[in-house]
């Protein structure tokens, strides 16, 4: 893992691996790179595969200003910035949850360094039920103790969006979101990300923005029992780009791991059309 300092002097994680089409991974609103962990695997051997900790979120600094710092355009910010750093004039952006957000941003403000997109699990309408769900546990320290204990959390909490994903795999997950300590789990983001979206208001029209991905190679997915992504949604957002690569992962909410036979599929046809 490497760091990057931001125009503001923030130091922002990322990590860089492979070779090819470089590939950005973006993360949820409370994840961090760890979470593409799964595509890194599967796809490392033939990308690009760049990752990073969103400011606030796993080994970026927190900001000491978190009503500004964290909001869409100051993260779109830093995702340009990495690019510069790096040396990258367009990459394809993966983008979870609200990193799709910040894809969508970018394809209004700077199209020219988007050389394609896919939208995991997000699109221009957020439906006010998943953003409830996300509310129950923004902010908050697990109650869990241990890895274990918040993996039959997680098992009980998902058992409808993610039929079939015992406790055993609930557990690699919670690794990758929570840090241990003697004797409880750590948040591994800034809590103040709560404050943040509370301030933020009512989720804003994103059709917009999602109008401008019109000119970039774009695929979309959607998990089959997402609350926060809904069919309606899903098939209005194909009427207005036809050409997008689309699947709906099975037995899936809000998000798909991306190690899903459908979503594998769907980044490759997205490279394949790139390419």
């Known amino acids: 893992m490497k760091h990057f300092s931001a125009s503001d002097g ?3 994680a990322y990590d860089d691996r492979g070779e090819g089409t470089p590939v950005l991974c973006l993360p949820g609103l409370t994840r961090d790179m760890r979470d593409f962990e799964p595509l890194l695997a599967a796809r490392g051997q033939t990308a690009r595969i760049i990752r990073m900790d969103l400011r606030g979120r796993g080994e970026s600094d927190w900001d000491p200003n978190p009503l500004q710092g964290y909001t869409v355009p100051v993260e779109a910010r830093d995702v340009l910035e990495l690019l510069d750093h790096l040396g990258i004039p367009r990459a394809v952006i993966v983008g979870t949850s609200r990193g799709g957000i910040i894809a969508m941003y970018l394809a209004a403000v700077a199209k020219q360094r988007l050389a394609g997109v896919l939208l995991n699990d997000i699109g221009p309408t957020i439906e006010q039920a998943g953003l ?11 109650a869990a103790k ?6 039959q959390g997680l098992a009980r909490f998902y058992a ?5 994903v015992d406790a055993a795999q609930w557990q690699v997950w ?10 409880a789990l750590q948040l591994r983001y800034d809590p103040a990300l709560r404050d943040a979206s509370e301030a933020g208001g009512p989720a804003p029209d994103l059709w917009p923005l999602f109008a401008e991905l019109g000119q970039v190679p774009l695929a979309a997915l959607r998990g089959e029992n997402s609350d926060l992504l ?4 899903f098939t209005a ?3 207005m780009h036809a050409s997008m690569i689309t699947a709906t992962v099975p037995d899936r909410g809000h998000v798909p791991f991306l190690d899903e036979e459908e979503s594998l599929a769907t980044f490759d046809r997205l490279m394949e059309e790139i390419r």
């Open 174 to 183: 919670a690794r990758r979101w929570y840090d241990q300590d003697a004797d």
């Open 230 to 233: 809904s069919e309606r949604t």
């Open 146 to 151: 241990t890895y274990e204990q918040a993996a």
């Open 10 to 12: 923030l130091q922002i």
């Open 237 to 239: 957002m194909k009427a």
């Open 132 to 142: 409830d769900a996300i509310m129950v546990y923004l902010g908050k320290r697990p």
């Open 160 to 164: 409808r969006a993610f039929p079939g």
